[in-house]
Structures are given as C-alpha cells and as structure tokens.
C-alpha cells in the first residue's frame, strides 16, 4: 500500500508557484492578489479563509479579505462582488460558501466575472470544463486530479466509482475523471444509489465525497484499489487540542492495508485543494490564457 502524500506534493507545486511569482516579481510584473469575501463566523468557514490568506502570503502572493456579518443584504453582497469585478488590481476573488440562507448563491456566483472566478463555480466555467475548454477548474477536483496524476495511478479504461454528486467536489471530478485525459469509466453514486456496497467494491478507483465519515469500509473495497478520501467531517476528540480532529469518509485503518493506493485525511486531498486555489489566481493575473 502506497500513502499518498498530498502534503508532500502540494509543498512541492507551492514551491514552483513561489519560484513563478518572485519571478514576475523580479521582473516588475503584476503580482497575483487574490480577494476573499467571507460571510458570518462559521467555524469551518473561518479556518478555510485563513488558510487561503495564509497560502498567499507563503507564495507572495498580495490578498484581501472583505467580511460581512450574517445579516449582510444580498443586494450589499452582489455590489461587493461588482466592485471586486472592476478592481483591476484584484486578479480572483472567492466567496466563501456556504452563505447565509436569506442569499442566493447561485445569484451571487452567476454575478462573478467568469475571469476571476478562481473557485471554478461560475456556470460559464462549468461549462467550459465539460466541454473540455480551458477553464479555471474547482479546487478539490483539480486537486484530486493531479495527485492522481503525480502517483501514476492507471485511470484509462478503469472503473471509478464517484460517492457524492456535490457542484463542489462529486460532480465535477467526475467529469474530469471521464475526460479523455483520465479515460476512466466513471459511475456516481449518491444517496439514492441501490447496492452501493457492490458498486464499490467492483470500483478500481473510489473517490469518497460524501461527507460521511467511515463510510467506505473494507468489504466494500476491492484489493488493490486506489482510494481517495475527500471527507474532511470534524469529529469530538477529547485527546486533541481543539476537542475536535477530522475524519475522512473512509475507515482507513480497516481499508488501507487492502488497497495499492490512499490518501490519509488529513494531509491527503485537503492541502491539494488550497494549492489548487494558488494556481488558479496564478492562471487568472495571463487572463488570456483561458
Ligand atoms: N466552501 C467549501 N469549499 C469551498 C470552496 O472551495 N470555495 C468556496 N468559495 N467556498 C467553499
């Protein structure tokens, strides 16, 4: 069994954004800035946002966080999001979801200049990735796709079974994975899926995204698979510093010693996913490029 080190790789590609940035830098050209809006105080929310600032100034990228309470109107929140459109300085910006109830995501997402949309959720990028266009990516699809990539994980004419169908994670991977750089033959499952067991356990490749933790168990796994766990669910834990640690949608301890490849939660798919954001607003300052 071979542990996939998403941390190991995402310090590597965060290194080569580093080197490309102090080299545009170096060279006067315009330094990426990446804008995050954050609505509310949402634990899991704040942690993300502060990851993403953190990330930036560790490639030297510039950033800004512009925060709303809860109450925020969408009309205040859609003004944000022009004002961010015709900032010239700001090369992305992300709204960090989810959003109050009383807000429309899908408005606010649909009103995001599809240039700097860096999150890969606007429908013109959706779009543009089913057809196979060049497209900002979202971060965790993109993220698992690449430590697939770097692992030399066989996908052509492989079974991947998808679990979750979110717009985030389990439908675009899917899509990506079916693609004909990947070539695999993907099958998704969610909620309603009858006999999912088996699915699973005929899947050379399972990628978890359910948000459920434990889930995939080793009677569900075929020997020799590869297993990513894209699960991220806190969990009590009074051994640890906060009280919480988080737990993947796979029961590694049980399916790891089955499998040719996984990915441990954390330090797996979750630093991919921040990496993935970097290189997106590195693509977003050549504009031209997409
Ligand atoms: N909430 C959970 N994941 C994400 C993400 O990748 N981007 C944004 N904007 N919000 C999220």
Redesign the pocket.
Known sequence: MLLIDGKKIAAEIKAEIAAQTAAIAAKGGKVPHLAAVLVGHDGG?ET?VAHKIKDCAEVGFRSSLVRFDDDVSEERLLAEVARLNDDSDVDGF?????LPEHISEQKVIAAINPRKDV?GFHPENIGRMVAGLPAFL???PYGITELIRRYRIPTAGRSCVVLGRSN?VGRPVSILMSQKEMNATVTVAHSRTKDIEQLCKSADIIIAALGHPGFVRANMVKDGAAIIDVGTTRVADPAAKNGWRLKGDVDFDAVAPKCAWITPVPGGVGPM?RVALLKNTLLAVSKNEI
């Not at 992300?94 to 989810?98: A, D, G, K, R």
């Open positions: 929310s993300y992300i709204v960090q979801l989810p999150d979202p971060a965790t985030i996913t």
